[in-house]
Antibody
Framework: EAQLEESGGELVQPGGSLRLSCVASGFSFRHYWMHWVRQAPGGGLEWVAS????????FYVDSVQGRFSISRDNARNLLFLQLDSLKVEDTAIYYCVKERVGGHFDYWGRGTLVTVSS | AIQMTQSPSSVSASVGDRVTITCRAS??????VSWYQQKPGRAPSLLIH???VTQTGVPSRFRGSGFGTDFSLTISDIQPEDFATYYCLQDFDYPLTFGQGTGVDLK
């Protein structure tokens, strides 16, 4: 069965940077689109970013465009999210998500908490 | 961006009731809608994809329907383990967008 495990979340000051990682196992990572989804405390789900299997296409929600960067290492089954110029409103649990063929999200990690505060 | 308007925002139900949650897309999304269940402190899990296809292992009391702009998730004979928050998602076009969520709690 597919498993996803995120890491890298921590407390950071506004304007700071973080790099989130997600290690994938139990499936052929290089064959699937991957995504990051976040959830602010007490809030709903928000899609953040997506990356194609070969990294040739990447998409971002408008609120993070130019500040966040998604990448992957298919040789090591790793997904990354670089978060720069962080804002208080970026505080959230960040989930690493696998896309099943057809567009929906069939496996989710447990999430990693990013807190942006001075 | 395609907006997904989900309603109601919350609903109270008794064990055995039938609960229906709806999502309306601001433009047509074919059948590119999925539904997720989230319990407190847990990651979401996939219930329904392609508007009406039940994910393997999900009980048959969960049923999805719809096409185009109007979608619904129905939970028949709701069980204690079904009290949770539910979200719809459109994956027809980027940016992908979720509904605001529906909290289902015990009356």
């Amino acid at each position: 069965e597919a498993q996803l495990e995120e890491s890298g979340g921590e407390l950071v000051q506004p304007g700071g940077s973080l790099r989130l990682s997600c290690v994938a196992s139990g499936f052929s990572f290089r064959h699937y689109w991957m995504h990051w989804v976040r959830q602010a405390p007490g809030g709903g789900l928000e899609w953040v970013a997506s990356i194609r299997q070969d990294s040739s296409e990447k998409f971002y929600v408008d609120s993070v465009q130019g500040r966040f960067s998604i990448s992957r290492d298919n040789a090591r089954n790793l997904l990354f999210l670089q978060l720069d110029s962080l804002k208080v409103e970026d505080t959230a649990i960040y989930y690493c998500v696998k896309e099943r063929v057809g567009g929906h999200f069939d496996y989710w990690g447990r999430g990693t908490l990013v807190t942006v505060s001075s | 961006a395609i907006q997904m308007t989900q309603s109601p925002s919350s609903v109270s139900a008794s064990v055995g009731d039938r609960v229906t949650i709806t999502c309306r897309a601001s433009q047509g999304v074919r059948n590119d809608v999925s539904w997720y269940q989230q319990k407190p402190g847990r990651a979401p899990s996939l219930l329904i994809h392609s508007a009406s296809v039940t994910q393997t292992g999900v009980p048959s009391r969960f049923r999805g329907s719809g096409f185009g702009t109007d979608f619904s998730l129905t939970i028949s004979d709701i069980q204690p383990e079904d009290f949770a928050t539910y979200y719809c998602l459109q994956d027809f076009d980027y940016p992908l967008t979720f509904g605001q969520g529906t909290g289902v709690d015990l009356k």
